[in-house]
């Protein structure tokens, strides 16, 4: 197991700052997800992790092994990374099991190692009976399979994935994050996953990354970011929030779905809400009067929209709530905030 250490990564694509000062420190053999928008540089970091672009400043380390600095980058060969890329980019012409042995050059690897590493590779994907078939005779599944097999089999220090199910359909891609994941896990391979997709990170990673504008703005366990997010920007990018305006006079905050009016001499903020936490009822006991205004239904649970009566704020709300409902457009409904306070004070 190797762990991985970016300090201070700053990185150009011609004129443009791509990674900015960029810190952080990957403990071995965890699975990292790095979440974040378009244009964020996430796949970015993923190619100077590999070698293949070089740092302005900033240093990377493998372990204790020093691999870029500005002025010294360890080419991408010498690094023994397993790199499984957004479209499993195999080679056409040859068979998975040539794809599997294609990094296992003839100078460290005989050709009886080769041929086992290959069968162990195919067992460990659950495509022992494939080795003699092309690209283009397997399914997309099935060749994201090959590409990690092809990134495992060199016994890489670390395993960087970009973005790896986004061309599959949704029930394809749950399952094969899965088996990944707990592949990953079992051989305890450090691995670092891009995404954009936050329902994949939670589920898949032991910890999230996420970045904006070139930078890591919060690190921590799938539940540390999403019910501690440190600024609404986290909060949002983890999952679905309302971020509300809000006040706050001592220890009490208030805000649109609490009662009473603030001092004031109050400060402003903003409170940051999960759909979750916020209780529907049709008890007049049970908070403030608003009205439904549309209703999202998954089978599972389902997301209640509703405009609040008695308030200044205009916005539309929404609550999630459990599937089995009977509430219906324009009901009067009652609402209240169960969770926990997420104050954040305006800069």
């Known amino acids: ?4 250490e970016v300090n201070s990564l700053t990185v150009h694509l011609g004129s443009r700052k791509v990674l900015d000062d960029l810190s952080i420190t990957i403990a071995a053999g965890t699975f990292t997800a790095i979440l974040g928008p378009s244009g964020c540089g996430k796949t970015t970091l993923l190619r100077a992790i590999a070698g293949l672009v070089p740092p302005s400043s900033g240093t990377i380390r ?3 092994q020093l691999v870029s600095v500005s002025s010294l980058v360890l080419p991408p060969h010498k690094r023994r990374i397993g790199y499984v890329p957004q479209e ?3 080679f056409p012409h040859l068979s998975v099991a040539e794809n599997i042995a294609f990094a296992l050059d003839k100078e460290n690897y005989t050709k009886d190692r080769r041929r086992v590493i290959v069968a162990e590779m195919l067992e460990l994907i659950g495509l022992s009976h494939f080795g003699e078939r092309m690209p283009g005779e397997l399914s997309g599944g ?11 089999a060199i016994e890489p220090k670390i395993v960087l994935l970009d973005e790896p199910f986004s061309a599959l359909d949704a029930a394809l891609r749950n399952e094969l994050r899965e088996e990944v994941s707990t592949l990953l896990k079992k051989r305890e391979t450090t691995a670092l996953m891009v995404t954009h997709d936050r329902e994949e990170a ?4 032991d910890m999230i990354a996420l970045m904006r504008e070139g930078r890591i703005v919060q690190h921590g366990t799938p539940a540390e970011v999403y019910f501690s997010p440190t600024t609404p920007y986290a909060a949002v990018s983890t999952g679905d929030a309302l971020v509300l305006p809000a006040k706050r006079s001592g220890e009490t905050v208030f805000h649109p779905l609490t009662s009473g009016v603030s001092p004031e001499s109050s400060e402003s903020g903003t409170i940051v809400i999960r759909p979750e ?21 998954y089978g599972h649970d389902a997301v209640v929209e509703f405009g609040l009566i008695e308030s200044a704020y205009l916005g539309t709300l929404k609550a999630r709530i459990s599937g089995n409902t009977e509430f219906h457009l324009g009901q ?16």
Request: glycine letters at 4%; hydrophobic letters at 45%; a positive charge.
């Open 142 to 152: 099935q060749q994201t399979r090959v590409a990690l097999a092809r990134a495992l």
């Open 332 to 347: 009067s409904i009652y609402v209240d905030h169960v969770g926990p306070i997420r104050w954040f004070a305006n800069s």
């Open 202 to 205: 939670l589920v898949t990673a």
């Open 277 to 297: 936490e916020i209780s529907v009822s049709r008890d007049p006991n049970s908070g403030q009067r608003a009205i439904v205004t549309k209703i999202e239904y």
């Open 62 to 64: 493998f372990g204790k």
């Open 88 to 90: 499993a980019a195999l």
């Open 1 to 4: 197991m190797t762990s991985l």
